[in-house]
């Protein structure tokens, strides 16, 4: 395995730095007086941000997840989505590589049909309008996707959809167009084939957004809507692929969106490990700097350790999946995604605990960082089910000729 960055990988990986400290992180200050100015109840987007899309289009630093666009393989993609979590509030959006949208993007390329491509997925990466995922349900363990009740029934040349769905981020954002709807076709069929997707325009009658969700009392910009589907009625050609495949296109939909998750996830604890630096470099307690403290020093050292480690985990995931698929990688992606947001996490928190007081207020952007890092500790699967799965596959995986020798017989 060769991680090493290619010419390609090390061009962009200048500019998107570049752009990050030119343009993007002092944009953070006009984005956060917009957003304080108009409110939580308010998602409409700060313009600072349609301007750096603008810049980001204008230098070639766009849609640079999905490799059939950019050319960038997964692992050269990774050090870039990194890159953009040192902000990850604005620098995503403004390369067009935001969640959920990139998770539709690459759904609507693999599984739906040219006249869908062309009414959805072309003005998304053109980054004209926004989507939203609505699969998680209030009232099941939606962390088994065949739990999920939202009916999705046949009526001639339509279907209706009824149901409540809840998290279904992006879609309080008034950009936001479409929907792609999980929901039961057949309950009758095997438990896999039970559900199917189904694209829903955000504006069809009976689409009811009842609020956005905080993330420990915080509003995201797009919102994690909660929505009721109430005889929402929508032509059959708005189904993805065919019915029954609904689980099947979760999974491919959910691999790439969780290891893009887990390179940003790199980029935010580097920033919490970078801000918890130069706090102790800067603040005197008990006579001397805090960096002097020795353990000040061993919370720096775990947290160098941790981050290179998760990196090296999430380069070698997406160097499978560049090498060998999506199904290949399927057990190092669950390790990456159980990895990386709880590396953040203890990075964020001792960042946080270096900086007292102002680590747990909005003074600092650590407090804000550390929700986000711990909500993703539960979505697109939680820490558990990620687990669950390494331990399947190391429980059923063939043992080596070492591992042979020292078992009993």
């Not at 603008?54 to 640079?64: T, V």
């Not at 199917?196 to 009392?217: A, E, H, Q, Y």
């Not at 992606?333 to 270096?354: E, F």
Request: proline letters at 5%.
């Amino acid at each position: 395995m060769d991680f090493a960055m290619s010419a390609k990988g090390q061009d962009y990986h200048k500019r998107l730095t570049e752009f990050m400290v030119e343009h993007v992180l002092p944009a953070e200050k006009s984005y956060d007086e917009y957003r304080e100015e108009k409110g939580r109840k308010d998602f409409t987007v700060p313009p600072v941000v349609e301007e750096l899309k603008k810049i980001a289009k204008s230098q070639g630093l766009w849609n640079l997840f999905l490799p059939s666009v950019s050319g960038l393989t997964n692992l050269e993609y990774a050090p870039l989505a990194e890159i953009s979590g040192w902000s990850t509030e604005i620098a995503p959006e403004a390369i067009n590589c935001a969640a959920p949208d990139t998770g539709n993007m690459e759904t609507l390329h693999l599984f739906a049909t040219e006249e869908q491509r062309k009414q959805w997925l072309e003005p998304l990466l053109a980054g004209e309008i926004r989507s939203a995922f609505s699969m998680t349900e209030p009232a099941v363990a939606s962390s088994d996707a065949r739990n999920i009740q939202t009916e999705i029934v046949r009526d001639g040349d339509h279907y209706v959809i009824n149901g409540r769905k809840w998290w279904t981020s992006g879609a309080n954002d008034p950009r936001c167009k479409l929907l792609i709807v999980m929901g039961r076709t057949n309950p009758e069929a095997a438990s896999h084939q039970q559900q199917s997707m189904i694209l829903v325009p955000s504006d069809t009658p009976g689409v009811n957004i009842l609020r956005s969700t905080s993330v420990f009392g915080w509003q995201d910009q797009h919102g994690h809507a909660e929505i009721v589907y109430d005889n929402v009625r929508v032509p059959a050609t708005n189904l993805l692929a065919e019915e029954g495949m609904g689980f099947a296109i979760a999974q491919a939909r959910l691999g790439p969106g969780r290891i893009h998750h887990c390179m940003r996830a790199i980029g935010v604890a580097e920033r919490a490990l970078a801000l918890m630096v130069d706090r102790v470099q800067n603040r005197i307690a008990f006579g001397k700097p805090l960096a002097e403290q020795g353990m000040v020093q061993h919370a720096i050292a775990l947290s160098r350790n941790e981050i290179d480690q998760a990196r090296m985990l999430c380069h070698k995931a997406a160097w499978v999946i560049d090498q060998h698929g999506n199904k290949a990688a399927h057990g190092l992606v669950s390790q990456i995604k159980a990895v990386a947001p709880q590396m953040a996490c203890n990075v964020i928190d001792r960042a946080i605990q270096t900086h007292g007081a102002a680590g747990v207020s909005d003074d600092t952007v650590l407090a804000k960082m550390y929700g986000w890092q711990r909500a993703m500790r539960i979505f697109d699967g939680p820490d558990e089910v990620h687990l669950r799965t390494i331990a399947r596959h190391e429980l059923g995986a063939e043992k080596s000729p070492l591992a042979a020798a020292v078992t009993p017989k």
